[in-house]
């Protein structure tokens, strides 16, 4: 099995709030991969004493451990059980209430030697590859579909739509949210290989326009992932006087990648 994880911050002198990691059984029978993009707050008060990197090493730890221990769960119990216990660590000092407690977006993928079982919360993106070489990518798009009026950047939504209904959805303090993700399951003889981005890198599809999903996952198997971000950051740096592509939002955001070729 080909695995490569690689996860960059957006600038050297701040913490990357991107969680990843993979985990594969001794058996070798299945697996799991973990992939967060944590939600940068303003500048101002959120209710919370912690990090946004506190938030999704929390709860992308408890992400990776219920999906690989617990494979009577179902994905979307495993979110609810992993936010219901990242919650619980600091609800005694931090207002979990606030429009603005950490969140994050989510994407966990779990395989065994019969299924590939998929969940996608907000905009991060899972690309799965078939055995012939077709590319399909699984979005939880309601971001997408929120009025720019909405919107404080090209990449960042006003508390007002977060979520609510109307809006879209992260995980943050409340476990009825794993209801909202989009979830799925695929005969693992129609997966060949899984590709899990946040949207530092879904910029090259999504904001840059350099090819399509297909084309970013050939890129992705030919050079690697971290060569792959190191395009995305090419891109990031031309475009920072221009501003043609990234017109309000961040020149460079934290980028994280995870592949698992079966």
């Known amino acids: ?5 690689t996860t960059e911050p957006g600038a050297p002198d701040r913490p990357n709030e991107d969680y ?3 985990s594969v059984p001794a058996c070798g029978q299945g697996g799991s991969l973990v992939v967060l993009d ?5 500048p101002t008060e959120d209710g919370c004493l912690h990090s ?3 938030f999704t090493a929390r709860l992308g730890s408890a992400l990776a451990e219920l999906s690989a221990s617990r494979r009577d769960m179902t994905l979307r119990s495993i979110l609810a059980a992993a936010i219901t216990r990242t919650a619980d660590a600091h609800r005694p ?4 209430s606030h429009p603005r407690t950490p969140q994050a ?4 993928a779990r395989w065994d030697a019969e299924r590939v079982e998929h969940l996608v919360l907000s905009d991060s993106a899972l690309l799965v590859e078939a055995p012939d070489g077709a590319v399909s990518v699984l979005l939880d798009d309601r971001l997408d579909r929120v009025p720019r009026a909405s919107l404080v950047s090209d990449e960042v939504a006003d508390a007002t739509v977060r979520n609510k209904e109307g809006g879209f959805f992260t995980a943050a303090a409340d476990p009825t ?6 979830t799925g399951t695929l005969p693992r003889t129609q997966v060949r290989a899984l590709a899990a981005l946040t949207d530092g890198v879904t910029r090259w599809v999504e904001k ?3 090819g399509d999903w297909a084309e970013l996952f050939a890129l992705i198997r030919k050079e690697g992932a971290e060569a792959v971000v190191a395009r995305v950051r090419a891109l990031e740096d031309a475009d920072a006087q221009a501003r043609t592509y990234l017109r309000h939002g961040k020149t460079h955001d934290d980028a994280t990648l995870v592949y698992a070729e079966f």
Do not use: Q, Y
């Open 1 to 5: 099995m080909r695995i490569e994880l």
């Open 20 to 22: 990843a990691s993979i």
């Open 38 to 42: 944590g939600v940068t707050p303003p």
């Open 52 to 54: 946004v990197p506190w």
């Open 93 to 96: 000092t931090c207002d979990l």
């Open 105 to 108: 977006t989510v994407v966990l």
């Open 177 to 182: 949210v794993a209801t909202r993700a989009v």
């Open 208 to 210: 840059f326009h350099e």
